[in-house]
């Protein structure tokens, strides 16, 4: 297991947001005190995980019903004792990122795009997360690597997207993000920059004035994708429909991917409650992703057979482009694979 860097110590004139963000909570108990949900009412007791351990912003607690066991937010994001349990087939690396490795920092998948790890930091820790076992710590490159890495993707004319990832890169500084993406931008054969972000949902007040800011002056020179990572139409509250507003204005193009996950969003109902919200807040639902089969997440998985049957039931409520494309990722292939289309693999 590897330990996630120490939080940059924010100083007192940071951004309200980091302070905010300083203040999550970071155990079972004073989240479950919070909620007033006494642990006795839980399935399972609480796991104490240090190299992952409990993060949770207070707004995005606020949105959690109290003393409700089975909150889908709540589930999210509180550690239980089975995510210990080993099951056959749930690995450290299901997706094989380690293959796709091009050096620290770089991942390269698929044709025309590279993806970054920028960071190995998260506002909130998701007990589902693909990548709770990535080793970032011992690869976060220095700021001369990243040098060198932007410069090898300035000799591909091959790479005409340049996606941020983390670890959340909305949770590195206004500064810092500005220097990658002008890197990233400075490269003429990139067309376009993605960001794959939970910050805005879990902690709306990242996008500030000065964010807002950045992203109107750098969307401006090339699109900017920004991909909101929603489960559930509850994380939409009046706050982050603010901020996706804002971000609307400011330029950047919403999209949203979602994980389908037992107990947070495996029905008809919660699918289309997510779908309808996220439309009204003019993100538009791109990918639900099949559950990546990594160690410790085993209790939110969903047979494919039911990942099917909801996808119908929403082609039947929702108007096309509110029904996302229901992938997974299979090591290997030259794309995501849809599920259960013609050509996809069984
Ligand atoms: C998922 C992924 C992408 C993006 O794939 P899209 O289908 O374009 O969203 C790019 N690089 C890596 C390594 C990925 O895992
Ligand atoms: S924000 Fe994304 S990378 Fe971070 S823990 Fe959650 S799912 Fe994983």
């Known amino acids: 297991m590897h330990s996630l860097p120490k939080d940059p110590i924010p100083a007192p004139q940071s951004p309200a ?103 190995g930091v998260c506002a909130v820790h998701c007990r589902y997360c693909f990548r709770r076992e990535y080793p970032y710590a011992r690869q976060a490159p220095s700021r001369a690597q990243w040098e060198q890495i932007y410069a090898r993707l300035g000799a591909d004319a091959g790479v005409e997207e340049i996606l941020f990832s983390g670890g959340d890169p909305l949770s590195l500084s206004d500064s810092m993000l500005r ?82 996950l037992r107990g947070v969003n495996d029905s008809v109902e919660a699918l289309a409650a997510l779908s309808r919200r996220l439309l009204d807040a003019g993100v538009l639902p791109y990918y639900l992703h099949q559950l990546d089969r990594v160690r410790g997440t085993h209790g939110f998985e969903v047979e494919e057979t039911k990942g099917l049957e909801l996808i119908e039931g929403l082609r039947a409520k929702l108007s096309g482009y509110g029904v996302p494309k229901y992938v997974r990722e299979i090591q290997g292939e030259a794309s995501k694979t849809e599920i259960g289309k013609v050509g996809g693999r069984e």
Request: no cysteine.
């Open 179 to 260: 220097w990658h993406w002008e890197q990233a931008l400075s490269l003429p054969h990139v067309r376009r920059v993605r960001i794959h972000t939970r910050l805005p949902l879990v902690l709306p007040a990242r996008v500030d004035d000065a964010f807002l800011s950045l992203v109107a002056e750098l969307a401006a020179r090339k699109p900017l994708y920004l991909v909101l990572h929603v489960n559930h139409a509850r994380e939409i509250d009046e706050a982050v429909l603010a901020a996706a507003r804002a971000l609307r204005a400011a330029g950047a193009i919403l999209l949203n991917q979602s994980v389908l």
């Open 17 to 119: 947001w980091q302070r905010e963000w300083r203040e999550s909570f970071r155990d079972a108990a004073s989240l479950l005190a919070f909620l007033e949900l006494d642990p006795s009412r839980l399935p399972e007791l609480p796991r104490t995980d240090p190299a992952f351990p409990i993060r949770v912003p207070r707004a995005y607690a606020l949105r959690m019903r109290k003393s409700d066991p089975d909150d889908p937010l709540l589930r999210q994001v509180l550690a239980l004792a089975s995510e210990n349990d080993e099951h056959p087939g749930f690995t450290a690396d299901a997706v094989g990122d380690g293959q796709a490795q091009e050096g620290p920092g770089v991942l390269r998948k698929y044709d025309g795009r590279a993806l970054l790890v920028l960071t």
